[in-house]
């Protein structure tokens, strides 16, 4: 398995801040993501963290809105820019070790945008 | 685009009880599908893993299923206790990528 914590629990925020949600892991893992979680809504996938090189994001994330950044095998921010309320989520960082199908999850971040 | 239906979205039994939480997806072309537990300020935990050429996984009182051409899954809880109260997600991962497709979850509360 792989215990992940992030930072900060939670905040509230003003419109037009921004926010970066830091990830750590236990040990080194391969593939990093980062979800969000609206209210009501299913977890959706915002984009997969490469370490080394630029986020891959999935269809309606911009790297603009949501830059991401992986300087090593055990760690990775996601910058939430220019918050509108429209922002608040549970974002969630996991993770996959190689040759492992399972994600873990870190406790998440729950962001409210004011 | 795959979807993922979680019925029923809210549950609420008595303790002891044994209880079924179902799980439909669109798309049958997928790699494996997953069970969750998510706990308020913990996150999600990992239950059960069922590969796409499994028919079930078990894990003590857990027992999931998989009918991938019927793209059903079933979560069954046997003799639930206060403890076992929170929501349950079912997420699906295709054959290409790493992106998990989640359901809405299943809010349970097991009374004392």
């Known amino acids: 398995s792989a215990v992940i914590s992030q930072k900060p629990s939670r905040d509230i925020c003003q419109r037009g801040t921004s926010l970066t949600i830091q990830c750590q892991v236990d040990?080194?893992?391969?593939?990093m993501f980062w979800y969000r979680q609206q209210p009501g809504q299913s977890l959706t996938l915002i984009a997969t963290a490469n370490q080394g090189s630029e986020a891959t994001y999935e269809s309606g994330f911009v790297i603009d809105k949501f830059p991401i950044s992986r300087p090593n095998l055990t760690f990775s921010t996601l910058t939430v820019s220019n918050m509108s309320p429209e922002d608040s989520s549970i974002y969630l960082c996991?993770?996959?070790?190689?040759?492992?199908?399972?994600?873990?999850f870190g406790p998440g971040t729950r962001l409210t945008v004011l | 685009k795959q979807e993922v239906t979680q019925i029923p979205a809210a549950l609420s039994v008595p303790e002891g009880e044994n209880l079924v939480l179902n799980c439909s997806f669109t798309d049958s072309a997928i790699y494996n599908l997953q069970w969750f537990r998510q706990d308020p300020g913990k996150g999600l935990t990992s239950l059960l893993l069922?590969?796409?050429?499994?028919r079930e996984q078990t894990s003590g009182r857990l027992n999931a299923s998989l009918d991938k051409s019927s793209g059903r899954s079933t979560l069954y809880i046997a003799a639930s206790q206060p403890g076992d109260s929170a929501t349950y997600l079912c997420a699906v991962r295709p054959n290409s990528g790493y992106a998990l497709n989640f359901g809405k979850g299943t809010s349970l509360l097991v009374t004392p």
């Open positions: 040990s080194q893992v391969t593939m």
């Open positions: 996991s993770v996959e070790k190689t040759g492992m199908d399972t994600q873990y």
């Open positions: 069922i590969q796409s050429s499994q």
